[in-house]
C-alpha cells in the first residue's frame, strides 16, 4: 500500500517561496507519475505539476509555468513554489498512480493521494 505524506504548507506574503514535500513509502516504484494537485474552498481539485518518474519529463498547469518547479530524488518529491500569488492558495496535495497509468491531468488517474498541506499566500 503506498503512503503519501506532505510537509511544507505554510502562510506566506505574495511574492514569497515555499519548497513542499512528500515522502513516499510502500511500493512507489511501479507507479509511473508523481504529481501536485491543489483544491482552494468550493473550487474542483486541478493539477499544478506532474513528473514521469520513468522519463523525468515535467509538466506544468499555464497559471504555475516559470514559478513552479517539480523534482524528485528516490522516494521524495518536491514542489518548489516560486513569485506567490494570492491565487496560489489552496489546499496542496501529493498524488502517484498505479502501475501502467502515465502522467494525464485527470485526478482520477492518480490511485493514491496524501491527506494534503495547507498553502495560504496574503496579498
Known amino acids: 500500500q503506498v503512503q503519501l505524506v506532505e510537509s511544507g504548507g505554510d502562510s506566506v506574503q505574495a511574492g514569497g517561496s515555499l519548497r513542499l514535500s512528500c515522502a513516499a513509502s510502500?511500493?512507489?516504484?511501479?507507479?509511473?507519475?508523481m504529481g501536485w494537485f491543489r483544491q482552494a474552498p468550493g473550487k474542483e481539485r486541478e493539477g499544478v505539476a506532474l513528473?514521469?518518474?520513468?522519463?523525468?519529463r515535467t509538466y506544468y498547469a499555464d497559471s504555475v509555468k516559470g514559478r513552479f518547479t517539480i523534482s524528485q530524488d528516490n522516494n521524495m518529491v518536491y514542489l518548489q513554489m516560486n513569485n506567490l500569488r494570492p491565487e496560489d492558495t489552496a489546499m496542496y496535495y501529493c498524488?502517484?498512480?498505479?502501475?501502467?497509468?502515465?502522467?494525464?491531468?485527470?485526478?482520477?488517474?492518480?490511485?493514491?493521494w496524501g491527506q494534503g498541506t495547507q498553502v495560504t499566500v496574503s496579498s
Open positions: 498524488a502517484s498512480t498505479s502501475a501502467g497509468i502515465g502522467c494525464y491531468w485527470n485526478p482520477t488517474d492518480f490511485r493514491y
Open positions: 510502500g511500493g512507489t516504484y511501479s507507479s509511473k507519475c
Open positions: 513528473r514521469s518518474v520513468g522519463t523525468g
